[in-house]
């Protein structure tokens, strides 16, 4: 089956220093890789979209000077949380999609980083 | 636009009773549904999904969802409840073609009771 990873599974930083979250396909090639976000006790909010070798299209609300996404090949792409503050404290999860057939796709999830910024 | 709505924060159940978590969805066209499990500090377990064909879909543990088109909901259901159900539940949907992401519920407490 498709299998997605991420790496660190957790990371405690201070505040002001970045972090970087790597996400990858592991027996697949995903043109696009979703970035979410989970508060304590809610849900997965959306906050970017990735294509291989293009910039990223963020959602609303969300900073992209501050969580810089970088989608290099089809098998990775890195979050990276800069200068990064106890509000940024989160469960980052990414998504890897591919191609199921003539125009469908599938979605599929990675294990999640726990960040936690002192 | 596509949303979820998951209008239970908790369900209680007892062991051993059935259990329903409620889900209804919006979104242009046909939908694609799925139900997700996720356990404290544990990223999302797929559990099922609707795409087409018959409305009562059979996923893992035990669980379904019947799908309703006319009430747009796709509530989750288990005869039989364990206590290691207890878990986090999420519905999320996207239209038939996936060029969006999924777009999750707000999620719903299970906690089954011994």
């Known amino acids: 089956g498709a299998v997605v990873s991420q790496h660190p599974s957790w990371v405690i930083c201070k505040s002001g220093t970045s972090v970087k979250i790597e996400c990858r396909s592991l027996?697949?090639?995903?043109?696009?890789m979703f970035w979410y976000r989970q508060f304590p006790k809610q849900s997965l909010m959306l906050m970017a979209t990735s294509n291989e070798g293009s910039k990223a299209t963020y959602e609303q609300g969300v900073e992209k000077d501050k969580f810089l996404i970088n989608h290099a090949s089809l098998t990775l792409s890195t979050l990276t949380v800069t200068s990064a503050h106890p509000e940024d404290s989160s469960f980052y999860i990414c998504s890897a999609r591919v191609i199921a057939g003539v125009g469908r796709y599938e979605q599929y999830f990675g294990p999640g980083t726990r960040l936690t910024v002192t | 636009a596509q949303s979820v709505a998951q209008p239970e924060d908790q369900v209680n159940v007892a062991e051993g009773n059935p259990l329903t978590v409620k889900c209804t969805y919006s979104v242009s066209g046909n939908p694609y549904l799925f139900w997700y499990v996720q356990y404290p500090n544990r990223g999302l377990q797929f559990l099922l999904k609707y795409i087409t064909g018959d409305n009562l879909v059979k996923g893992s543990y035990g669980f379904e969802a019947e799908f309703n088109k006319s009430q747009t909901s796709f509530h989750l259901k288990k005869p039989s409840a364990l206590v290691s159900d207890s878990a986090l539940y999420f519905c999320?949907?996207?239209?038939?073609?996936?060029?969006?992401?999924?777009?999750f519920g707000s999620g719903t407490r299970l906690q089954v009771q011994p």
């Open positions: 999320a949907v996207r239209d038939r073609a996936g060029r969006r992401a999924l777009t």
């Open positions: 027996d697949f090639q995903a043109t696009t």
